[in-house]
């Protein structure tokens, strides 16, 4: 990060430099004032680690933007966000090309540079005076877009059609930059109103540009002299890649579409130029049952509305753009219902990190097939993935489905194809049933948000009781192919899964050991140790000690087995109380000195660490009062009678030890 802040200060406009430099506090204010907090210029993910942005959060974008050909655009986003550190003196938004006229922060204006450098393409904004919780940025830009290249090599971004007839943008995964200020990251999740205003001339009739995005069209477009203005809401929390703009020649229709949850109104759009126009109504018309068709598995339909976009631009694929999902030239059957299932994996639930992308395109293909089965009579998605697993050559298998390193694997068959085996062979492993309420608790759990494989395997564990992390690593981190297709899990439990035991008494300072002869041979134990009922941080091993602290507890040991494919089981041991343990052991003390009147003894108690010692001398077995030093004179009254010196060690949880010295006779 400090090389980051380093290119920052280097790269700024002479505005921030001189804000960076000003002290934003006067050198006489009260010194508890706290540093202000320069947000990161990351959001830490782990293929595109310059995109998104720290100390921020957003929760709504306002955009406002105008389009004129040839492909300008004049625009103004209005960005609510909250501060996660604070107070915040410094934040960035990801932005590439366009120039920017003015920022505001909380209505002041901003000082503001721009960082465009490799694959670091940023908006730095200082604000006048440092943010603390909810601020509103405005950002004030304007030019002709520029489209991003992505590391496979494919275009995203803010396009021009042809023949100036309008744009595309398409952002997926970091396009969104091209067209607005972002915190370009799936993690923040925000609303966005969409308000797109085009060239319109009455006399035009038909021909005029429409301009469409996510979300609910609010009232009717209105028209302005020369423009006309759409404005777009999408009250649901949507990440910056899946923001989708388009503005055509498009013909316009729309409905209400029955859904088994109720029914969701349809704005769909298309270029009459594109090949497939002439079926656009037939796929328009599929919207229905195949919406019906994935809330049959997964549950009620996410979206706030529905419908098509279909164009032609240069980007040349299909984007599960929210709500409203995007098709170049053409829709074929399969690819429908592929965006549809996307509204569900990957606009609901969005993945934390681009390598989680699986887990969009996974479920997306898998139902593309379940769905087109169930409704069309295709292949199974039993036969589809068996067959393809079965099919697949050991290099498909070299790269895996999550967590590969190569941002141009980001759409490569591994995510998408090892991502539909992998579910399928999930499905087989579980059972229909389990499956599908693994992937409804999904929805259910991260819907609104983003997650990761890792919450995505911890859910399935969950919900199914099994150890899945053999699983997992087997079909989507693994880079061999699998050797086996999985048979159905055995229902049931581990056996033989006998409740454990201490091997003895539980002591202070005594070592304890788990007692768990005859567990299933297959199974991985692992151990919890309990006191009271309460887990003992960082007690994880076969054998516990008990400190001081826990004696008169209730001491406990779980043990749980692992098995794959089995569920896992936890069996708890009775209770032992834990008791005063035994000090190590002592030697009596030895006294030295001539025993006569006059003369000084002296005792050698030994020492003992962790432990108090109290000394006492006697004679005839009485303490004699103040003598409890090491040394003793014998006084007048001793003479003939018997010394002896005791030490007494005490230790907290233990039992006390006392030793006598051998009796001496005065002289
Ligand atoms: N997510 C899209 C789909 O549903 C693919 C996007 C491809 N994007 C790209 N830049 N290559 O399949
Ligand atoms: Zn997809």
Do not use: C
């Not at 859904?259 to 018309?285: C, I, K, N, Q, V």
């Not at 192919?481 to 539980?506: F, H, I, R």
């Not at 002591?507 to 692992?526: E, F, H, I, Q, Y």
């Amino acid at each position: 990060m400090s090389h980051l802040r380093a290119w920052i200060v280097a790269a700024a406009s002479t505005a921030v430099t001189a804000a960076l430099i000003t002290p934003t506090v006067p050198a006489d204010a009260a010194p508890t004032a706290s540093p202000g907090v320069v947000g990161a210029q990351t959001a830490g993910d782990s293929l595109f680690p310059h995109q998104g942005n720290g100390g921020y959060d957003v929760s709504h974008y306002d955009l406002d933007i105008a389009w004129t050909t040839p492909n300008v655009i004049t625009a103004t986003a209005t960005i609510t966000a909250t501060t996660t550190q604070q107070p915040l003196e410094q934040f960035s938004l990801d932005l590439e090309g366009l120039s920017v006229d003015a920022v505001t922060v909380d209505g002041a204006a901003s000082a503001h540079a721009r960082v465009d450098s490799g694959d670091t393409f940023k908006l730095v904004v200082t604000p006048a005076s440092p943010v603390s919780g909810e601020f509103t940025t405005t950002v004030t830009y304007s030019g002709t877009p520029v489209s991003h290249t992505d590391p496979d090599g494919s275009d995203e971004g803010w396009v021009a059609t042809a023949a100036q007839e309008g744009a595309v943008a398409l952002n997926e995964p970091v396009g969104a930059m091209t067209w607005f200020p972002n915190n370009n990251t799936p993690q923040d999740k925000a609303t966005f109103t969409t308000r797109l205003t085009v060239p319109y001339a009455a006399g035009l009739g038909a021909l005029n540009r429409v301009a469409v995005s996510n979300g609910v069209l609010v009232g009717s477009p209105t028209v302005s002299g020369s423009t006309r203005t759409y404005t777009w809401n999408q009250p649901n929390p949507q990440a910056s890649y899946l923001a989708m703009v388009g503005i055509g020649r498009y013909t316009a229709s729309e409905s209400d579409v029955a859904l088994t949850s109720g029914t969701t109104h349809e704005w769909s759009f298309a270029d009459p130029s594109a090949t497939g126009s002439g079926r656009f109504a037939t796929a328009r018309g599929r919207l229905s049952s195949i919406l019906k068709g994935i809330e049959k598995h997964y549950g009620p339909y996410p979206g706030s509305s529905t419908g098509l976009v279909l164009d032609v631009s240069s980007l040349g694929y299909a984007l599960e753009t929210q709500d409203r999902p995007y098709f170049e030239n053409s829709i074929d059957g399969a690819t429908l219902i592929h965006e549809l299932a996307h509204q569900w994996f990957g606009d609901a639930v969005s993945p934390a990190d681009w390598s989680d992308v699986w887990l969009n395109e996974g479920p997306a293909t898998f139902i593309e097939t379940q769905v087109g089965a169930d409704l069309g009579g295709g292949t199974s998605t039993h036969d589809t993935y068996y067959g393809d697993w079965k099919s697949s050559s050991a290099s498909f298998w070299a790269t895996p489905a999550a967590g590969f390193t190569d941002a141009s694997d980001l759409f490569g068959s591994q995510v998408y194809a090892r991502g539909a085996i992998a579910l399928e062979a999930l499905r087989t492993a579980l059972g229909n049933a389990v499956f599908t309420d693994v992937m409804r608790t999904w929805l259910e759990t991260y819907g609104g948000g983003s997650a990761t494989t890792a919450q995505f395997i911890d859910v399935a564990e969950q919900v199914s009781g099994y150890d899945l992390a053999a699983f997992f690593q087997t079909w989507i981190y693994g880079t061999t192919k699998p050797t086996a297709w999985p048979t159905a899990y055995q229902p049931g439990t581990l056996n033989p899964t006998p409740t454990p035991s201490m091997d003895s008494l539980v002591r202070v300072g005594r070592r304890v050991t788990v007692v768990t002869s005859a567990w299933d041979p297959g199974a991985t134990l692992t151990y919890r140790w309990f006191l009271d009922g309460k887990a003992v941080p960082n007690a994880y091993r076969s054998s516990y000690v008990a400190t001081a602290f826990s004696l008169g507890k209730s001491l406990t040991v779980a043990v749980t087995g692992r098995r794959t494919g089995y569920p896992s089981v936890t069996r708890t041991s009775s209770p032992r109380t834990v008791l005063r343990g035994f000090q190590v052991p002592m030697a009596d003390p030895t006294v030295r000195g001539n025993p006569r009147v006059g003369a000084t003894l002296r005792a050698y108690p030994g020492s003992h660490s962790n432990t108090t010692l109290r000394q006492q001398w006697y004679v005839d077995d009485r303490a004699v009062a103040r003598a409890t030093t090491t040394k003793f004179t014998l006084r007048p009254q001793d003479r003939s009678r018997v010394v002896r010196f005791a030490a007494r060690w005490t230790r907290p949880g233990y039992f006390p030890v006392v030793k006598y010295s051998s009796r001496l006779r005065v002289r």
